[in-house]
Structures are given as C-alpha cells and as structure tokens.
C-alpha cells in the first residue's frame, strides 16, 4: 500500500544532541513537508521541498535541517540549536506542490528531550 | 492576510446527537477550505474539502460542511456522533501569494464523544 512512513514513533534525546527523524513516501509525490505540532497551536510548517535537491524554509525553521537526495525520502534533523524541540512532527506529501491543500501525512515521530 | 479562527477548542457531545464545529476565515479573495482530522497520536487525514464548487460539501464518515460566503464561515456538522468520530479536527485555508505549500491550519477543535 502506498503511504507515508515515519521512524521513530518515539524518540528520547538529551539536551545538546542532534537527531534525524525519517520520513520516507512511496506515493510518487513531488512535494514534501514537515510540520511541528504543539498542544493547542495547530500545525506550524518548517520546511518543505517542492523538488529533489530543493527546500525551503517555512515559518520556524530555526534550529532545524533537512535534506532531499531522494525523492522518496525528506529527512529532519533536530540540532541542538533547538530551543525547544519537545514537539510532535508530523512528515507529509503533496501531488501538486500544496497549492490544492491535499496532504497525506505519516503517523508523526515525538520527540522529548530529557 | 489569510487567516483561519476555529470557534471551540473542545466540542463534547453525546453518542447519536448532532455534532457542530465552527470555522470562521479571513480571506479577501474565495478561498480554498479543508478539514482534517487527527486521532490520538496519528497524522492528519482530509475529511473534506471545498474548491469553489458546491457550496455544501460532503466528506467521509457522514460530515459534511457549507462554505457560506457572506458569514465567512466553513462549518463541520455531522447528523449522529459516533464513539469513533471523537478525535481533533483542523480547518484549513489555503492561501495565494505565500509560501507554496504552507497551508494555514487553524488551532484544531478537539471532539469528545460521550457514550
């Protein structure tokens, strides 16, 4: 079946380490994303990819990195310069670049830093 | 701007009564609106979506909504809750001239359903 796959599920990260979450879809899709979403805030963007090799930032990318060598494939990178990265993410696709609003997203990775 | 304002931030109803989620825009042209909902430490799935079309539009699982312009007003009704319609529900506007991509997402409406 054709979807969206998020590792890990959960992750546990001390304070100064980086960590990379996956995501990897097997729609075909053009464009990727990766939102945070926080208790009672609602989705907030942090970067998306259009193409292979091409990002960019959305509106707290701040502390993060990403990467798309594949098209399959647009992983996130928590750095240390997070401030707060205790957060539940959340990887998605498009077909059309995001313009008809038709996202499909992974199961989500959360993150808490001890 | 574009904005989008969801009314309640929790709705609890009874299993089989009517269920109502408010969704107010911000928009100065006719928007593109969508639902979407989450259950519990899942991602996000769309339950309906309104393009311009049909003003009342009919998603999964028996929702529906009607984009009524001149209250700019998305909301998401359903007749009968069912115990596995509790979950959280975003409405969310597509904007023109930001970002590609970056769909604004109200704070989300979380559903409780009451055997």
């Known amino acids: 079946d054709g979807g969206i796959t998020q590792s890990p599920k959960y992750l546990f990260r001390k304070e100064g380490q980086n960590v990379t979450l996956s995501c990897e879809q097997n729609l075909n899709h053009d464009a990727m994303y990766w939102y945070r979403q926080d208790p009672g805030q609602g989705l907030r963007l942090i970067y998306y990819s259009q193409i292979v090799n091409d990002f960019q930032k959305g509106d707290i990318a701040e502390g993060y990195s990403v990467s798309r060598e594949k098209k399959e494939s647009f992983p996130l990178t928590v750095t240390s310069a997070q401030k707060n990265p205790t957060a539940f993410y959340l990887c998605?696709?498009?077909?059309?670049?995001?313009?008809?609003?038709?996202?499909?997203f992974g199961e989500g990775s959360r993150l808490t830093v001890l | 701007a574009q904005s989008v304002t969801q009314l309640d931030s929790h709705v609890s109803v009874s299993e089989g009564t009517p269920v109502l989620l408010r969704c107010n825009y911000s928009?100065?042209?006719?928007?593109?609106l969508f639902w979407y909902v989450q259950h519990p430490n899942k991602g996000l799935q769309l339950l309906l979506k309104y393009t311009s079309a049909a003003t009342l539009v009919k998603g999964i699982n028996g929702f529906e909504a009607e984009f009524k312009k001149s209250e700019t007003s998305f909301h998401l009704t359903k007749p009968s809750a069912h115990m596995s319609d509790a979950a959280e529900y975003f409405c969310?506007?597509?904007?023109?001239?930001?970002?590609?991509?970056?769909?604004?997402f109200g704070k989300g409406t979380k559903l409780s359903v009451k055997p």
């Open positions: 928009s100065s042209y006719s928007p593109s």
């Open positions: 969310v506007v597509v904007p023109r001239g930001g970002s590609q991509g970056n769909l604004i």
């Open positions: 998605a696709s498009s077909s059309q670049g995001g313009y008809t609003g038709e996202l499909f």
